[in-house]
């Protein structure tokens, strides 16, 4: 087995308000090939903690690629600490230098003398040209062992990795192609979720499963890899059915799609429309219906009544109701659904109403109670869910599970299984 790490570069990365999401990408590409990221690393501007990452992950791994770090200014390390790591020189190239002077003139602009540190190249390292920024990487061969330096900025990495690096890497990989299947599951848990597939996967000793929880849902991943395509995904094929068959109706995906895209592809399949009113979401489950492109066909409207006031006036909700049960209610939520449906004239009509903290809860209505409206064209329902985590979990728990009702019950309507 061919096997690699990641080093992301760059000291911004160690802050609260960056992500290294490069690492993410590759591993999906590596992964197809049939190559396994066994460590993702993130390093700051500093050159001698780069310095034994590079070199340690070189003894371990026949593929490091390195992000980042590859800019004009003196903290941009990544060129010339792996030139150390490997023993070798930096060697100047005239022909990269001529390239980027043209690309800064063709923006009409002289490129400053700065940038001549981005013309040097480990010595003995094929120089990669960056279509989309000044940056060249390299790939450094010795010994088997590969050393690939990549700019931080994904619009320059991605067509660089997939256009001059990925053909590289597939024949060392050789010939095996790998098979993907993420399985998604609403309103179930973890646990539970692999007390029921368990007794599956362990019989599929080839495939590898992972059972993982993330912010709104349970996945489940199957990664197969095999010399023929269409063997492997046969074995996907019928592992996957054996899943949903046991989950049943908590299964809402077998190849990956988002709740969002889900639903909205069984409202365009029906020729049917949705429209919501927000109270605790703010307006989150509009968003990832309109996020969908081509959710106009189905999605028409939205209205965020965060005050009662406002659930009265735009949503018609009855101040009796509000002053007997209090926005946070069933009725109210049924109200707020109801009257969203009417005024957007959609066959279905879906509310959030909840306390989502840190504060406002109550021995009756702890921080994260959220109940869920539904209105057709027969009438209304609730349900009422107690929903763990701070502030931003429950608000996205509540927004998944606001589209988990609304299929739901479609799929009920179609008289399948129960709700």
Known sequence: MITSEIIAVGSELLTPEKTDTNSLWLTEKLNEIGIEVMLKTIVGDDEPRLLETIKDALKRSDVVITTGGLGPTEDDLTRQVSAKAVGRELVFHKDLEDDMRERFRRMGREMPEINRRQAYIIEGADALPNANGSAPGLIFEENGKFLIVLPGPPRELKPMFTDLVLPR????????????????????????IDELVAPI??????????????????EIHLYLKAENGDDAEAVLEEMTARMAE????????????????????????RGQTVSTAESCTGGLVGRRFTEVAGSSAYYMEGAITYSNEAKMRTLGVSADTLDAHGAVSSQTAEEMAAGIRERAGTNYGISTTGIAGPDGGSDEKPVGTVYIGYADANGTRSIRLNLPGDRYLVRWRASQAALDYLRRQMLKEGGRDKV
């Open 169 to 192: 890497l597939k024949n060392l990989a050789g010939d095996f192609v790998v098979k993907r299947r993420i399985i998604g599951v609403s309103g179930m848990g973890e646990s539970a």
């Open 201 to 218: 996967y362990t019989e599929y000793k080839d495939v590898r499963t992972s059972v993982l929880f993330n912010k709104t849902q349970v």
């Open 246 to 269: 046991a989950l049943g109706i908590a299964v809402f995906t077998t190849n990956g799609e988002t709740m969002e895209e889900v639903v909205g592809q069984m409202l365009l399949e």
